[in-house]
């Protein structure tokens, strides 16, 4: 079976840096895919942060632009979202989902898509 494998996360104080990683298990590539990460807050609810395409266009969610930068590197096929300037709202797990199509939608994207393990982000002061 395909599997998107997540890493990256921890605990940083406010201000801090993080960098994620997105890894394919052998044959997907994500240079033919688009692909995205998502945030699941501790009350469930979970949102969109950004996506990167095929053509490598990138799309942000509002808050975490200027902050967060996602990346593709082709060579070690992995999908990156380095996060700077962390605030306490930006903690949370960090799901990375690829697929032929993105919705920026949580459910859509988890039932449909290629949908990862997860990674804890905590933001403290």
């Known amino acids: 079976d395909l599997q998107l494998v997540e890493s990256g996360g921890g605990s940083v104080q406010i201000g801090g840096s993080l960098r994620l990683a997105c890894t394919a298990s052998a044959g997907y590539y994500f240079q033919s895919h688009n692909s995205a990460w998502f945030r699941q807050l501790a009350d469930r609810e979970c949102r969109f942060v950004a996506e990167v395409n095929r053509d490598e266009s990138t799309l942000y969610v509002d808050s975490v632009k200027g902050r967060f930068t996602i990346s593709r590197d082709r060579t070690k096929n992995t999908i990156y979202l380095q996060m700077n300037d962390l605030k306490p709202e930006d903690a949370g797990v960090y799901y990375c989902?690829?697929?032929?199509?993105?919705?920026?939608?949580?459910?859509?994207?988890?039932?449909?898509?290629?949908w990862g393990q997860g990674t804890q982000v905590t933001v403290s002061s």
């Open positions: 989902a690829s697929g032929e199509s993105l919705y920026r939608s949580c459910e859509l994207d988890r039932r449909t898509n290629l």
